[in-house]
Structures are given as structure tokens and as C-alpha cells.
């Protein structure tokens, strides 16, 4: 299960968009290409998040440097797909520079709230899916009912579904809540407070955008969706063949 795109086009270019997808790829292929295990560790300790360090009163860049790391091919190209799929529209109503602000806003408070949540870890946290959970939260506030792909896998089969965003965002923030209340502070993987921290961020910081577009009243006008023609795609079913079982 897992969200390819939206169908709520935008107006204007996403420069910022574009331009924060461009530097999380060159960093990272700037450092992990050609890094051992052990250089790796040693560069994600000195600019990742580590909250013991942080909480010992050094490490205080590392609160932005983190947000442009990543631990994997797959963890940088599923942020930067979920970024692409959500942040164009909040750019375009934030406008650039204060989609730029609001990211990086979301961002830190993902970082403090993780570093809040486990404050004895030594474990280093890096990614930008707690600015990208801040333009998912901010996304759910403005377009609760807009129209989002989500790619289905069971073993052979593909098929892709348009399900509404409150449903895809509110199951995401769902999971992470309960990852994080059932995922000991010292095994790390996923930084499940920073994502529920930047979405609730995103939410908080949105609110200001969805008040000046009238708030319930335009909730209301709009029903929830995007307030122009959605982008219409063809139905998407699986290309794999269908095999029926023939009775005797």
C-alpha cells in the first residue's frame, strides 16, 4: 500500500518543491555511494540528531543538517516521492518563500519532539520525513477529501485505487502514534515521534493559510476537495493477467 500521486493539480511551478528534492539527492549522493558501514556510522553521529548529545548542549546544527540525510536509496525515494506528491499544492498557496519556511519549521519541530520523546538516545536520527509529515498534515487541513492514488501489492498483482487524503493521511498518523507508543526508545528505525510531531506541526502552521481562505466556510464550499478540476487519470489496473479457473 503505498501513494504514487495525487489528482489535484497545481498553477504554479513548485521551485521550492523541485529545489529541496535536487539537494536531498546531490547530499546524499555526496556522502553514501562510496561510504563503508563505518564511515557511514561515524558521519550519521556527527551530523545526524543524536538527542543524548543534543540534550548535553552540543549538536544544535544537527537539528537542520539531519533533515537533509538519508540511510538508504529507499528512505531518500520515498521521501522525495511523498514531498513531490504533497508539496506542490502547499506551495502554491503558501507561496515559495513561505513554503520554504513552513518545511523547515515542520521539520525542527519533528526533531525537537523525538529528541523530547527519547532524550537518553544515542542513536542518530536523520531523514526529511518529519518536514514532509508537516507538508502531509498541512495538505490533510486544506484538501481533506482530495483524490490520492494509492498502489496496492499483493504478491503478483498491482492495482491502484484513488482513496481520499483524510483517509491515507489519517491512517498514516494513525500508524505512526501507535509505533511510537509500542517501539522502545532504544531500538531505532523509525523516528515515529518526529513524523506524528512534524504532521502535527504542519497542521498548526497551515492553520493560518486555511483561516484566510474563510476556515469551516471553506471547508464547506469546497467540501473538502480542491477548490479547481481535479486531474482526471485513466483507471489503473494491474497489467498482470488474469487467469480464471476453468470447471470441468
Known sequence: MFPIRDHNPSGRTPYVTIALIAVNILIFLGYFPNSTDYGLDRFFVQWGLVPARVMAGQGYETFLTSMFLHGSWMHLLGNMLF?????DNL????????????????????????????????????????????VMGGYLLLYPRAKVDVLFIIV????????????????????????????????????????????????????????????ATYWEKTHGHPPHPETQFRAARSNVPLIRRRRN
Open 91 to 134: 506551495e502554491e498557496d503558501m507561496g515559495h518563500p513561505g513554503f520554504l519556511a513552513f518545511y523547515l519549521a515542520a521539520g525542527l519541530a519533528a526533531a525537537g519532539l523525538q529528541t523530547l520523546a527519547d532524550p537518553g538516545s544515542r542513536i542518530p536520527m536523520v531523514g526529511a520525513s518529519g518536514a514532509i509529515a508537516g
Open 83 to 87: 514531498l513531490w506528491i504533497y508539496g
Open 156 to 215: 503478483i498483482f498491482f492495482r491502484i485505487i484513488a482513496i481520499p487524503a483524510w483517509i491515507v493521511l489519517g491512517v498514516w498518523f494513525a500508524i505512526q502514534i501507535f509505533g511510537g507508543l509500542n517501539t522502545p526508545g532504544d531500538m531505532g528505525g523509525v523516528a515515529y515521534w518526529a513524523h506524528a510531531g512534524g504532521f502535527v506541526a504542519g497542521l498548526v502552521l497551515t492553520l493560518p493559510v486555511w483561516l484566510r481562505r474563510g476556515g
